[in-house]
């Protein structure tokens, strides 16, 4: 069997290790930067449950539903809405929900994939 080879010596498809590689590696790239932006958005819901357990707090001692706002900045919730279902006696439950921005802001995946808001519920008893 003949192999063609080049002025060289060496046979013609050496230079196939490095095309495939190079061909590889935007895919592979796609993929990293499609973890990374779903981190962020696994650290902004852990951020939003943080901030619902604060406003819930907030309410529950405070008994003002607007509390829950005030709580909501304060405990880093840029952009955050609060809404509370709070029950007139004490002893009863109430519940906050948050709603928090989660812009996918990773080049490459974040044109690809729309803004998400990110929700969280939290019931605290109420104490006034």
Same mark, same amino acid.
């Given at each position: 069997m003949t192999r063609w080879t080049s002025d060289r010596g060496r046979p013609r498809d050496a230079g196939?290790?490095?095309?495939?590689? !190079?061909? +590889?590696?935007?895919?592979?790239?796609? %993929?990293?930067?499609?973890? &990374?932006? =779903?981190?962020?958005?696994?650290?902004?819901?852990?951020?939003?449950?943080?901030?619902?357990?604060?406003?819930?707090? !907030?309410? +529950?001692?405070?008994?003002?539903?607007? %509390?829950?706002?005030?709580? &909501?900045? =304060?405990a880093g919730g840029v952009g955050c809405t609060a809404a509370v279902d709070r029950p007139t006696e004490a002893g009863a439950t109430l519940i906050v929900t948050v709603t928090c921005p989660s812009p996918t802001d990773v080049p490459l995946v974040g044109p690809l994939v729309p803004d998400l808001e990110v929700r969280s519920r939290a019931a605290m008893r109420v104490e006034r």
């Open positions: 196939q290790a490095t095309v495939e590689p !190079a061909l +590889a590696l935007p895919a592979v790239l796609l %993929a990293l930067l499609s973890v &990374v932006q =779903s981190g962020l958005v696994v650290a902004d819901h852990v951020r939003t449950v943080h901030v619902a357990r604060e406003a819930a707090r !907030a309410v +529950a001692v405070d008994g003002r539903p607007e %509390a829950a706002s005030a709580a &909501v900045a =304060s």
